[in-house]
């Protein structure tokens, strides 16, 4: 009743002497029938604007940049000399698998992916689910908000703040010896614990809202239905919760995984020399010399088939055909 009465307020207000001559003088002149209304009767100048723009956009910064770059992957020098035509070679792909220093880093990269991915995973769900279903309906808002506020800080920010908390004089050594459990610092930071850290809270956004908005539309009466047949809490949460909150699992572990498959401002803030992952390797071919483009560009190919594949792979096994990413 009150979603229809402010809307009958809003129709009103737009249908009030002031706005409607306002708005019939606009419509009703000769300018807007010749440029605007002449063009939005036409139904392919419609489709253009509303069809034509996005796949502009689409095709010039995303399908466009991964040609180009598959393009310049089976280049065997680049950029090409000036009068000479290009050759094309396998040769940057099987340098990829003949050399450890390139590979090891790969498969690095994605054991640490599904890491980040599983803690990212274990740990947001129980915050989703007490946002969603044990925060009162009028108070979730406010709740979601207070999560949301970290994350309106830039990327680097947020690294530096994670650099402060783990550092030798950080906030956590500092808790530890004031509490009496060290003597001395703990080496937290430039390791494989602090890169997932740091990885883990800046990508838990991307966990939260698919996994929020997956538990919300749980019915709650189910949850109490099962309760009174004498399931216990784990029987709920595995039986009921888990199954129906299934969407958002999969959206939530497909976005955290591709995002940390390719993350590159956190390793480098963060991780140490034997924290080295793929992104990084990639990021030295392409800033060492232009020779060295196209292999840079053979390994991004490599690293974008196989995350989208093994992203395929497990939205096809877990979340079955009707799941999509939201």
């Not at 009103?12 to 002449?38: D, E």
């Not at 199954?243 to 390719?262: E, H, M, N, Q, W």
Request: some cysteine; glycine content about 8%; proline content about 7%.
């Amino acid at each position: 009743m009150v979603d229809t009465t402010t809307q009958s307020r809003a129709v009103a207000s737009l249908a009030s002497p002031r706005y409607a001559g306002w708005i019939g003088r606009a419509v009703s002149s000769g300018f807007y029938r010749n440029t605007i209304g002449r063009l939005a009767d036409n139904p392919w100048i419609r489709l253009v604007v509303l069809a034509g723009v996005p796949l502009i956009w689409l095709v010039m910064l995303h399908i466009g940049p991964i040609i180009q770059m598959t393009n310049i992957s089976f280049i065997a020098n680049y950029p090409p000399q000036p009068g000479k035509s290009s050759d094309y070679t396998l040769a940057n792909y099987a340098l990829f698998f003949s050399d450890r220093l390139y590979f090891m880093p790969f498969i690095r990269t994605l054991i640490f992916a599904a890491v980040v991915t599983v803690s990212t995973l274990v740990i947001v769900y129980p915050v989703a689910y007490y946002v969603a279903k044990v925060v009162q309906p009028k108070n979730r808002m406010r709740a979601l908000l207070l999560l949301l506020i970290p994350f309106w800080a830039g990327e680097l920010i947020r690294t530096f703040s994670i650099i402060m908390l783990l550092a030798n004089r950080g906030a956590v050594n500092v808790l530890l010896r004031e509490l009496g459990f060290i003597d001395r610092p703990i080496p937290m930071l430039y390791t494989f614990f602090s890169l997932s850290f740091g990885v883990v809270y800046l990508l838990a956004l991307y966990m939260l809202l698919p996994l929020y908005s997956a538990i919300e539309k749980i019915p709650t009466p189910l949850i109490h239905a099962a309760a009174d047949l004498g399931a216990g809490p784990f029987q709920r949460f595995r039986r009921v919760i888990l199954p129906l909150s299934r969407d958002g699992i999969v959206s939530g572990c497909s976005l955290v995984y591709l995002t940390a498959v390719g993350v590159f401002a956190a390793p480098l803030l963060l991780g140490g020399p034997n924290a080295v992952i793929f992104p990084e390797v990639i990021a030295m071919l392409f800033h060492g010399s232009n020779d060295k483009w196209p292999e840079g560009a053979a390994f991004s190919m490599i690293m974008l088939v196989v995350s989208l594949t093994t992203v395929g792979l497990f939205m096809r096994v877990v979340g079955g055909r009707s799941i999509r990413l939201m």
